[in-house]
């Protein structure tokens, strides 16, 4: 699948990608360098997307961590499968709401989210935020890129420690909202 078929699946439903353009490699970059990866061994991404933060994850993680990448695009779904799918690397096809229903009652280590939260319905963004934060271990970490600081307060509600980040880097320029419990 081409970039330019990515492109045009995230500009068809940007009502549900919430972006112009993917995340650039210097905000993954940042992102991810607020995840401690050693010893993480179940890890979660919301919003695979075209595969950018995904990338990133698959060269941090441990070889023996699984990851579970959540996309509600079929059309994304087929191509993170195509690229990325393998034993460690599963790609879900369903709503970051119905995370439980997929990982056995595992708890999680990270959650790396780039899910447009201010366009998510709010029983479906709710849904999200308290699965996460029964999920996730209490040494776990959640981290969220987004471009507008105004997400931190909803985050607030589930999360005790919480920091935010910024970044240049990026159209548009971003935030980074680590969140722990
Ligand atoms: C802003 S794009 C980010 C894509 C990519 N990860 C990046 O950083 O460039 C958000 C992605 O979340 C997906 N998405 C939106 N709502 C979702 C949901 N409820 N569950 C899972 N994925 C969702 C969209 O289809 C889109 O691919």
């Known amino acids: 699948m081409n970039k330019s078929s990515l492109f045009k699946e995230l500009f068809v ?9 993917f995340s650039s490699k210097s905000l993954v ?19 695979g997307g075209d595969g950018s933060i995904t ?6 993680m441990d070889r023996d961590a699984t990851l579970f990448v959540f996309e509600i695009s079929e059309h ?4 993170l499968d195509r690229q ?3 034993k460690n690397v599963k790609i879900i096809c369903d709503s970051a709401e119905n995370m ?22 709010k029983e479906s963004r709710t849904a999200i935020y308290e699965k996460s934060s029964v999920m996730l271990k209490p040494s776990g970490f959640f981290i969220q890129i987004c471009y507008s600081y105004l997400l931190r307060f909803q985050f607030a509600s589930y999360f005790s420690n919480i920091k935010t980040a910024f970044t240049l880097k990026n159209f548009p320029p971003a935030f980074i909202i680590i969140c722990n419990s």
């Open 13 to 21: 439903n940007i009502k549900t990608t919430g972006a112009v353009t």
């Open 29 to 47: 970059n940042k992102m991810l360098s607020f995840a401690d990866f050693k010893g993480a061994k179940i890890i979660v991404e919301l919003g």
């Open 55 to 60: 990338r990133g994850i698959i060269d941090r």
């Open 76 to 79: 994304f779904c087929r191509n």
């Open 84 to 86: 990325y799918g393998s």
């Open 100 to 121: 439980d229903r997929h990982l056995n009652g595992d708890k999680v280590d990270l959650i790396l989210s780039s899910l447009p939260f201010s366009l998510i319905p």
